[in-house]
């Protein structure tokens, strides 16, 4: 499996260009690759931001790294770390952060305004979720204040048990799936 994980990496290596067109792969984004155990927490924020921001994350390797696999992904992050900083500007890296930040904020924001919904606490009930192990996914749609968010059921089967749009300026939910 690591000859695999170092064998991608070489071919993004030896295909990829200094300049900042050749940093943007065949799917319209910058990569950043990372190894190690996985923050899926930071991962699941992410998501969303990096859709804006056209980034993507892949993961080249687990927790067993060699120095050269190391060394191998810190030049390539550099390189896509100057194409975003000549695409977006040299602090493109805190404007990234800060709408980690803000999204994070609108997470909290988005089950303030579900869990004192009565018809959303309805429909939990209905399909045996507790609040408490409530996962979801919140897509913002169109504009700042308006989310699909997908409520999943994780047991005992795993998927989406229903959907809901909240809007997060009239603090309103409504039933959609």
Known sequence: MKKLYFLFLLMIVFSCHQKEEAMIHKDGCYWFLTYGFPDFQREELEKTVNKKWKIKTVRVAGCEVTQELMDSVRSENEKTDLALQKRYCKNWKDLYDKDIQDYTMKQVDIMDVLITNKVFRKELAKHKI???????????????????????????????????????????VNLIK
Do not use: M, Q, S
């Open 130 to 172: 507790e609040i408490d192990d409530l996962d979801k996914d919140a897509e913002e749609l169109g504009r700042p204040e308006f989310y699909k968010v997908n409520i999943n059921k994780i047991y005992p089967e795993i998927g989406i048990a229903f959907t809901v749009n909240v809007d997060l300026k009239n603090r309103t």
